[in-house]
Nanobody, 115 residues
Framework: QVQLVESGGGLVQPGGSLRLSCAAS????????MGWQRQAPGNQREFVAT???????TVADSLKGRFTISRDNTKNTVYLQMDSLKPEDTADYYC?????????WGQGTQVTVSS
């Protein structure tokens, strides 16, 4: 049983930055792949970034250079640093964790990029 709690979302102006956090808790053994997906209104959910248990990151090609994923294994937390935000980044952002083939999801945190 794993719980994921996201934080850090909110309203930001274009060009601004936000840092999302996702803290994992529960009955876990070892370290697992974690990451982020997002879903904008009217759109399908899309891949944002993922990071392995050893800290190897992957970011969606369209987001490279603006988004950075990292993790702190001591705190069981994954981060998503979002810079140079654009209105099209507006979405609900969902954290996930893989335990083998099973995926756990956070509740989502809203990011709105608007003037």
């Amino acid at each position: 049983q794993v719980q994921l709690v996201e934080s850090g979302g909110g309203l930001v102006q274009p060009g601004g930055s936000l840092r999302l956090s996702c803290a994992a808790s529960g009955s876990m053994v070892g370290l697992y792949t974690m990451g982020w997906q997002r879903q904008a209104p009217g759109n399908q959910r899309e891949f944002v970034a993922t990071i392995t248990n050893t800290g190897l990151p992957t970011v969606a090609d369209s987001l490279k250079g603006r988004f950075t994923i990292s993790r702190d294994n001591t705190k069981n937390t994954v981060y998503l640093q979002m810079d140079s935000l654009k209105p099209e980044d507006t979405a609900d952002y969902y954290c996930y964790l893989y335990e083998g083939a099973r995926r756990y999801w956070g509740q989502g945190t809203q990011v709105t990029v608007s003037s």
